[in-house]
Nanobody, 113 residues
Framework: QVQLVESGGGLVEPGGSLRLSCAAS????????MAWYRQSPGEQRELVAR???????NYADSAKGRFTISRDNPKKTVYLQMNSLKPEDTAVYYC???????WGQGTQVTVSS
């Protein structure tokens, strides 16, 4: 079955960095666009970044210039490098294979001094 396991979250000070990972299994990873979403308390889940199966990327305005999405097809893993983190980046981060309905458990990112 489809599994998405996010990791790498934690508590970081403003201006710090984190690298999130999402290990995928149960589907043909290399043919799917992959994306990172996030959800803050009381807010709707929002798209942060997407990477196509060919490797092209797009970002939410809030992530441009600070976050980088990448993928490793042999490892079936998608990454989100987050730099210059801000308190407003605090959220649970989820990855998703676009077109599939499955979500992982998410990983909490907290940006606070």
């Amino acid at each position: 079955q489809v599994q998405l396991v996010e990791s790498g979250g934690g508590l970081v000070e403003p201006g710090g960095s984190l690298r999130l990972s999402c290990a995928a299994s149960g589907f043909i990873f290399s043919i799917y666009d992959m994306a990172w979403y996030r959800q803050s308390p009381g807010e709707q889940r929002e798209l942060v970044a997407r990477i196509s199966f060919k490797g092209s990327t797009n970002y939410a305005d809030s992530a441009k210039g600070r976050f980088t999405i990448s993928r490793d097809n042999p490892k079936k893993t998608v990454y989100l490098q987050m730099n210059s983190l801000k308190p407003e980046d605090t959220a649970v981060y989820y990855c998703r294979a676009e077109g599939l309905v499955h979500w992982g458990q998410g990983t909490q990112v907290t940006v606070s001094s």
